[in-house]
């Protein structure tokens, strides 16, 4: 009869194993990695006892207990993390009991190895032959109540979160939260039988209860899905959101955030929870500020939301990339002010910056020199060019100005703070370098030069212009200036 029961177990053992590698592949699921590690532990309690017994001394019966013991002792920590990423329930199952009940099972593992040092697990232990073959009697010590205390605790907690489940559900959710229940009953049912003495002598009945758990479970992925073990909770939205989320208590601690929000600061260094915000300069500058705003963190700009948790309670901070967007919005304005041919600016904010001006200082506008020429014998093509070369050679000789196309071949430069002399000198250094320029299309330019008034826009424009004029008719490439407008 042992060598059927045997059999049985290491069929099932086996079949659990699949199930484990099945639902490893599946493993990114909330609730998976838990049901997955607990159907490890499972199949190498099966398989062990299964040897158990197959063996025929009582040395040989204790070893493979000690292996059993890598799975049984880590039942309650594993049963109790399913039930809670199942539900997303982690008031009462926070980290502090998690943590308490690891513990338990860490020296469980300990106590079963070492036992026959203390006896604190197994008061004593023997060999029944009263069924026809070799069996472990023993009786059980102080920590063995302690374990199993801890793995009803977390049964019972992991059965109250299904019914809750199956209360609070409806379709295909509600029976696979009924189909997990019953898997996670009938272990507990064969538990509590063995404990009472209400089986076959000594033989373990919890083992035998995974063959109809294997069962339920390959029904399940079958027809439910049941790797798909939860709803979507709060968490897994929580961690899509591509936005950047971060929770700060009301005294500046953090207490949660998302995986979008833990990779935006990674060139900050990495947030962790339970830590203060003013570690992180960034936060705690936004948390300043009541309003919502744009920040630059690299080469990224984010829009800051600041959401208020109740009254006194914390606030909810999220990032939104406005990279794109932002980037955008400055291409609208650059083309706005500049003119696409020289991408020098345009006539409009030309106007602009005038009217902006505080100090004394000069203005200038210069004309290519029969221009028209240049496109009737070259075409329009070389005109641009011609054009381009012109707006490089500005660039370079009034960097410190503000240089605009002000109209077809007609360029115009502001310079603040800059005596007239000297720019006297400048444009004519320009017009000498723009003649002798390495060029397939020579011309020449005129220009006109004076001060500005810085009152008044249209009488200086005037002014300057009547100067170029008087440069294109005295010759052109030629610089006139004159002081009549200094202020």
Not at 85 to 98: C, H, Q, T
Request: glycine letters at 8%; a negative charge.
């Amino acid at each position: 009869m042992n060598i059927i029961l045997s059999t049985i177990l290491v069929v099932s053992s086996m079949v659990l194993i699949v199930l484990g590698i099945v639902g490893f592949r599946h493993r990114g699921i909330s609730g998976v990695k838990a049901i997955t590690l607990l159907m490890f532990a499972m199949a190498i309690h099966s398989f062990a006892y299964g040897m158990e017994l197959m063996s025929s001394d009582w040395e040989t019966m204790y070893q493979w207990i000690r292996v059993e013991y890598l799975g049984v002792s880590f039942y309650p920590i594993l049963i109790l993390w399913f039930a809670r990423e199942y539900a997303g329930e982690r008031r009462f199952a926070n980290n502090y009991v998690m943590g308490i009940v690891l513990a338990i099972c860490t020296a469980t593992l300990f106590l079963v190895e070492t036992n026959a040092m203390h006896g604190l697990y197994y008061a004593q232990m023997g060999v029944d032959r009263s069924i026809g073959f070799p069996i472990v009697m023993t009786q059980k010590g102080q920590w063995y109540m302690v374990q199993v205390g801890a793995l009803y605790f977390a049964m019972i907690y992991a059965l109250v979160v299904l019914i809750g489940q199956i209360l609070n559900t409806r379709g295909v959710t509600r029976r696979r939260a009924f189909l997990v229940f019953t898997g996670m009953l009938v272990p507990m049912i064969a538990s509590t039988c063995y404990l009472l003495g209400w089986g076959i002598g000594e033989i373990d009945l919890i083992p035998f209860s995974f063959i109809f758990l294997s069962v339920l479970v390959a029904s399940g992925i079958y027809r439910y899905d049941i790797l798909f073990l939860s709803e979507v909770t709060h968490e897994m939205i929580f961690n899509t959101i591509g936005e950047g989320v971060i929770v700060v208590d009301s005294e500046g601690y953090i207490l949660k955030m998302n995986r979008a929000m833990q990779s935006l600061f990674g060139i900050l260094g990495q947030l962790k929870i339970g830590e203060p915000i003013n570690r992180y300069m960034v936060l705690a500058h936004i948390l300043e500020s009541s309003d919502s705003q744009t920040i630059a963190m690299g080469d990224k700009h984010y829009q800051i939301r600041l959401n208020a948790i109740g009254k006194h309670h914390g606030t909810i901070v999220v990032f939104t990339d406005v990279t794109e967007i932002t980037e955008a919005k400055k291409q609208v304005e650059i083309l706005a002010i500049t003119d696409h041919l020289t991408q020098l600016y345009n006539r409009h904010h030309f106007v602009q910056r005038f009217n902006q001006l505080e100090k004394a200082g000069v203005v200038m506008l210069l004309d290519i020199d029969h221009f028209k020429l240049v496109n009737d014998q070259y075409g329009h093509l070389a005109g641009d060019t011609v054009l381009c070369e012109l707006a490089d050679c500005l660039s370079e000789h009034f960097y410190d100005g503000v240089i605009c196309r002000y109209g077809g071949e007609e360029f115009a430069v502001l310079i603040e703070g800059e005596s007239l002399e000297n720019a006297r000198n400048r444009g004519e250094a320009f017009r000498a370098a723009f003649q002798s320029r390495q060029t397939d299309f020579p011309c020449t330019v005129s220009i006109g030069l004076c001060w500005y008034n810085k009152a008044d826009y249209s009488k200086t424009m005037n002014q300057v212009d009547k100067l170029l004029y008087q440069a294109k008719n005295a010759g052109r490439n030629a610089v006139v200036w004159e002081e009549a407008l200094e202020t």
